[in-house]
């Protein structure tokens, strides 16, 4: 577990530089220890198809450092990630491309984990750092990353990608995806302040992205 850095002004902002990826977290998270009885529950729940509990993700257990936000925010996000409209390959890509704009190695990580889970194609995947223009893309996936994008760059889509989404999808699944990638810049705004790090076994950022917050130029 990280541990919050200590001594002098000069000491902290040296371990800040060493923060993010393989840094020491500016708040670390909650110590089993320390889940009282509301997080507990909620905190050994096991992760879909997958031997490991909510408590053993750092972004879940500096979270729960404020219960009440965090209570309030897990439905939300879970919500998002199974019950909404979008195909879940659809989904991942939004939330990689995401990830990838905002330079936050540890959402990157946690959805090529739940991608590749989801049987997306490895390629596929890495080819998200790459872009909408990237060769390969459909032009469904290619649009849905452009929106992506553009909702990053300009706090909007633009008129051509939404009337090209609106060819494939509905009211719902329009609304979704603003609201998703909204979602997923918030999550990133705080996993790269907070610096929390890297689960084991997550790989980061592919070589060329922001590793600090800043995303690629």
Request: proline content about 5%; overall charge negative; hydrophobic content about 40%.
């Amino acid at each position: 577990m990280a541990t919050l850095a200590g001594g002098d002004g000069a000491s902290a902002q040296a371990h800040g530089r060493l923060a993010y990826g393989c840094r020491v977290a500016r708040i670390p998270p909650l110590p089993e220890s320390q889940w009282d009885e509301d997080l507990r529950p909620i905190l050994d729940v096991r992760m879909r198809g997958v031997d490991v509990r909510l408590g053993d993700n750092n972004i879940f257990t500096t979270m729960a450092r404020h219960k009440e936000l965090f209570r309030a925010w897990l439905p939300f996000g879970g919500w998002l990630l199974g019950g909404g409209v979008l195909p879940a390959r659809e989904r991942e890509l939004l939330i990689l491309r995401t990830g990838y704009n905002c330079g936050s190695s540890y959402e990157w990580g946690q959805h090529v984990r739940i991608s590749e889970r989801l049987g997306i194609d490895r390629e596929a995947i890495m080819r998200v750092a790459d872009g909408p223009d990237a060769p390969g893309w459909s032009q469904a996936d290619a649009t849905l990353l452009r929106a992506a994008d553009e909702l990053h760059q300009a706090s909007k889509i633009s008129q051509d990608t939404w009337t090209q989404l609106g060819e494939r999808y509905d009211e719902r699944g329009l609304i979704e995806i603003t609201m998703l990638v909204g979602h997923y810049h918030l999550v990133a705004f705080a996993l790269n302040s907070l610096e929390v790090e890297l689960d084991e076994g997550l790989e980061g950022l592919p070589d060329g992205a922001g590793r600090d917050g800043a995303g690629p130029a």
